[in-house]
């Protein structure tokens, strides 16, 4: 099959670390994307990975591994403007996953 | 740029009406797609297309239809409303296959 799996909902503390795991299962592959979206907003793009490692990105970095089918967002010095939905997506595919909604707590 | 431009914001629809959603870009770009969110749910692919005269299915495309006549435009038809798609509608653009997608605003469609 081709699915996309992360978890549903996280929560995490202000100025603490979270990591956002995205597995997934697919018929070609050229590239995984992670997009932030607020509430009512569209989805942005926020980082990129085609190739096994990590990507860093200020406060943010994406890791990949193609080879078992897995990505991670990680998510650093957490501020409060970082709750959002998370959302991986298989560009092949045109598919995202469901997404990760993330609560930030002072 | 405006990106991408999405026209109406949000629409009540009567069972069995029809109506398009408009998609507009203007970053020249080959790729444009038809997504629907429902509430808690991630992305599914409606339509997509690779340019201008050429458009393909996606995921859940039944009860919907597309058109690419210009590479600016990629409109969304509505035949025959039903309560099934009701769904914020989001269209979508990239260069290519490997780009990253630029979304527009949003459509919120309720069909009572």
């Known amino acids: 099959g081709q699915n996309i799996d992360q978890p549903t909902e996280m929560t995490a503390t202000e100025g603490a670390i979270v990591q956002i795991n995205c597995t997934y299962q697919?018929?070609?592959?050229?590239?995984l994307f992670w997009y932030q979206q607020h509430a009512g907003e569209a989805p942005t793009f926020l980082s990129y990975?085609?190739?096994?490692g990590l990507e860093e990105k200020g406060r943010f970095s994406s890791f990949l591994s193609r080879s078992k089918g897995y990505s991670y967002l990680l998510l650093k010095e957490l501020q409060m403007k970082d709750s959002a939905s998370y959302l991986c997506?298989?560009?092949?595919?045109?598919?995202f996953g469901a997404g990760t909604r993330l609560t930030v707590k002072p | 740029n405006a990106g991408v431009t999405q026209t109406p914001k949000f629409r009540i629809l009567k069972i069995g009406q029809s109506m398009t959603l408009q998609c507009a870009q203007d970053?020249?770009?080959?790729?444009m797609y038809w997504y629907r969110q429902d509430p808690g749910m991630g992305l599914k692919l409606i339509y997509y297309?690779?340019?201008?005269?050429?458009?393909d299915k996606g995921e859940v495309p039944n009860g919907y239809n597309v058109s690419r006549s210009t590479t600016e435009d990629f409109p969304l038809r509505l035949e025959l409303a039903a309560p099934s798609q009701t769904s914020v509608y989001f269209c979508?653009?990239?260069?290519?296959?490997?780009?990253?997608?630029?979304f527009g605003p949003g459509t919120r469609l309720l069909v009572l």
């Open positions: 297309s690779v340019g201008a005269g050429i458009t």
């Open positions: 697919t018929s070609g592959f050229n590239g």
């Open positions: 990975n085609v190739l096994d």
């Open positions: 997506a298989v560009r092949y595919d045109m598919r």
């Open positions: 970053m020249n770009h080959n790729y």
């Open positions: 979508a653009s990239s260069f290519d296959r490997v780009e990253t997608q630029y």
